[in-house]
């Protein structure tokens, strides 16, 4: 897709760049933000009573996703500053090129901090599992997390083992 393809090309331009091939090497630290935004449960809980699933998947999935990759305004706030202000950022084979991933330190999460860590010294203070720790209680192991239809985030949105769950006619073609 576009969004993928644009990402892509900022960085490897951001490469050229550290390179040095149009003259002196620019120092270019490139910043994968996560989520960035309120991930509390209220936003995903109308997606689970109507046990809609959409093309990022149910809501349940999108919420456990969004905890992964959430960051908080204080942790990019010290990456951006750590970006700005570390004296060298040279990676193994000399070129002043970082890309990290901007989350904070989720205990689900599914980017690798290590970089941004061991080059930036960057040191995450917050944990979406800490800070929206009742609405994970509340959605994930509440009531009604294992029956059919539930919250588990089963294939078909039910509990494992509980079988495929309700069919979806396919997609209507465009002409």
Avoid: M
């Amino acid at each position: 897709n576009f969004y993928g393809w644009a990402k892509a090309s900022y960085e490897l331009l951001g490469f050229v760049y550290a390179c040095g091939t149009f003259g002196r090497k620019l120092e270019v630290v490139q910043v994968r933000i996560g989520a960035p935004r309120d991930v509390s449960g209220a936003h995903y809980e109308g997606a689970l009573r109507e046990q809609h699933v959409g093309p990022g998947g149910s809501g349940l999935a999108n919420f456990k996703r969004d905890l992964g990759a959430w960051v908080s305004e204080r942790d990019l706030r010290q990456l951006f500053r750590r970006s700005i202000e570390t004296p060298r950022i040279e990676n193994e084979h000399g070129v002043p090129w970082l890309v990290v991933y901007g989350v904070s330190d989720n205990t689900r999460a599914f980017w690798s901090l290590e970089s941004a860590r061991r080059v930036l010294g960057y040191r995450p203070q917050d944990d979406s599992e800490v800070r929206y720790a009742e609405d994970v209680r509340r959605l994930l192991t509440g009531p009604g997390a294992g029956a059919p239809g539930g919250r588990l985030g089963a294939p078909g949105g039910g509990a494992p083992g509980a079988g495929p769950g309700p069919s979806r006619p396919p997609a209507p073609r465009r002409a």
